[in-house]
């Protein structure tokens, strides 16, 4: 930030945040991109429901800051709000509190509750905002749970102090958009009617949508990749809003996400068995192999080309095609490691590679943070063959760990891993276009040809990778820039 221009106050709001509640990506994201902001000089409190599955050790750092009583629905129900603060490391975390709606679930539980749960959440954080006499500049909304402030904002809150702000929806992911019938969203909204037509919330004659009304109403839109922001306005990637988000491009913008380089560090990770960096990487990466393999019930071979999987397991992540290519995939010289939930198409299928191939294949069927980080540094290689990809974080943590991504060619997979370039030697990943099995197997088996016929080049992409900038901060300046473009009138001052 330039000296004469002044401290932004933006807000974040989300359904997720690392490390209270955390499901995916989005979750990396409303933890990592408001510690990149604040060093650049924005002021960011970042607003998220204070769901009963938030661990014990936050719950008990938080300190009460208030109450009132909101209406929300159309006959002017009443629910509490509670506001429940939390300061880490000079960010403001305030939780929404009301145990009706946030009493269970992980933190979701299903469209029927999560629609009223995501409405009420939506209202409350601009009443929130009125309450503490803190408003912001700038209301940055992420996904379709956060996607009804807008309409909020320009309605019902209109005229009222945080009425001033502006509006920013991001989209993680546009296959979720929170759909329902009109009736059932009137309701719970208290919306006004005219809301409920095409160019807003209307989905089809009985459906309202919305991601759909979010996005109309705010006055920028961005999304995590300028790949992904091209694919959604085209009918296979746009998730029936395609027309929407074509008519109102020129206010979207893609802005490729980063990780948190502190936390997604292979030189401090106590996660880890051995630490590592840039110099160390050809030497040590090799313990963590070990240690991966001995506690997965995997042949302890150093020799073994290790392939890691880190995936929510649905048909988004391309798990059909690894599935198809899965017996190919293995030899005598190959391990695989998985580590997800989800399908139980997916999940079941991977049971069963592991069930006939003890010892080489592990099918880790759950949530688990510390052994994802030593997956990160103990594989080889990473897989991401997504359908589709809006950023995509995992291929990006690979890469700072050293472990090469195996990639197709969508979204931010694109825009993040340079395929390599052999009469070169430049690249950081292998990737494939189609989405089609033999392109996969086809990549998997280039990654192995270079790994095992020519160490040396392999080791120059693992040094590479390490060396590249996946952090925060180019994309967090981009946010500044568009903060800034949409509230001129105090970089003037
Ligand atoms: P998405 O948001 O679509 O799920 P991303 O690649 O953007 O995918 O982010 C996934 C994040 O969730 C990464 O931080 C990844 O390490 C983490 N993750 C996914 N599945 C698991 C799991 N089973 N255990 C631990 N971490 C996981």
Redesign the pocket.
């Given at each position: 930030m330039s000296d004469n221009t002044q401290a932004r106050k933006i807000a974040f709001i989300g359904s997720e945040c690392y490390p209270f509640v955390k499901t995916?990506?989005?979750g990396?994201v409303m933890y990592a991109l408001p510690r990149a902001l604040t060093p650049l000089g924005c002021e960011v409190r970042v607003f998220l429901p204070n769901y009963a599955c938030i661990p014990p050790k936050y719950k008990d750092q938080m300190l009460y800051r208030g109450n009132f009583m909101m209406d929300l629905c159309s006959d002017g129900r009443q629910f509490y709000v509670g506001i429940m603060e939390l300061v880490m490391d000079g960010v403001i975390y305030d939780f929404i509190d009301n145990r009706e709606f946030f009493d269970w679930g992980n933190p979701y539980t299903g469209l029927w509750e999560d629609i009223p749960k995501y409405c009420y959440f939506s209202k409350a954080v601009l009443a929130v905002m009125n309450y503490m006499e803190w408003i912001p500049d700038v209301i940055h909304c992420h996904d379709w749970q956060a996607s009804l402030v807008p309409l909020y904002l320009r309605t019902r809150f209109d005229g009222t102090p945080v009425g001033s702000a502006k509006s920013i929806v991001t989209i993680h992911?546009l296959r979720f958009q929170g759909i329902c019938g009109i009736e059932h969203l009137k309701y719970w909204t208290g919306l006004p009617d005219y809301l409920f037509d095409y160019p807003v919330l209307k989905q089809n004659e009985n459906e309202a949508n919305m991601f759909k009304g979010g996005l109309a109403y705010a006055d920028k839109i961005t999304t995590v990749s300028e790949t992904y922001a091209e694919e959604i306005q085209t009918s296979f990637y746009g998730e029936g809003l395609n027309g929407h988000l074509y008519y109102h491009r020129p206010k979207l913008k893609g802005i490729v996400n980063g990780i948190d380089v502190q936390l997604w560090n292979s030189a401090t990770d106590k996660l880890l068995a051995a630490d590592y960096d840039y110099d160390s990487v050809l030497e040590k990466k090799i313990e963590n192999k070990r240690a991966l393999q001995e506690q997965l019930g995997l042949e302890q071979d150093d020799g073994q080309f290790v392939i890691g999987l880190?995936?929510?397991l649905t048909d988004q992540k391309g798990l059909d095609l690894v599935n198809a290519v899965f017996p190919e995939m293995l030899d005598e010289h190959t391990q695989v490691v998985i580590?997800?939930?989800g399908d139980p198409r997916y999940e079941g299928a991977f049971r069963y590679y592991e069930g006939e191939n003890k010892g080489r294949v592990c099918a880790y069927i759950?949530?688990?943070?510390s052994l994802?980080h030593l997956i990160y540094a103990g594989a080889d290689a990473l897989l991401v063959p997504s359908l589709f990809e809006p950023?995509?974080?995992?291929q990006l943590?690979a890469m700072r760990y050293g472990t090469v991504p195996i990639v197709r060619e969508t979204g931010g997979l694109k825009d993040t891993v340079q395929p390599y370039n052999e009469e070169t030697n430049e690249g950081n990943g292998f990737t494939f276009d189609w989405y089609q099995a033999d392109l996969l197997l086809d990549a998997i088996r280039r990654a192995k040809a270079l790994y095992f016929e020519d160490r040396s080049r392999w080791n120059d992409m693992v040094q590479r990778d390490m060396a590249k900038d996946v952090s925060w901060e180019n994309s967090a300046r981009k946010y500044l820039a568009l903060y800034e473009e949409l509230t001129p009138e105090e970089a003037a001052e």
């Open positions: 995916g990506g989005l990396d992911n880190i995936s929510r580590l997800g939930t759950s949530y688990n943070e994802a950023c995509g974080l995992t943590i």
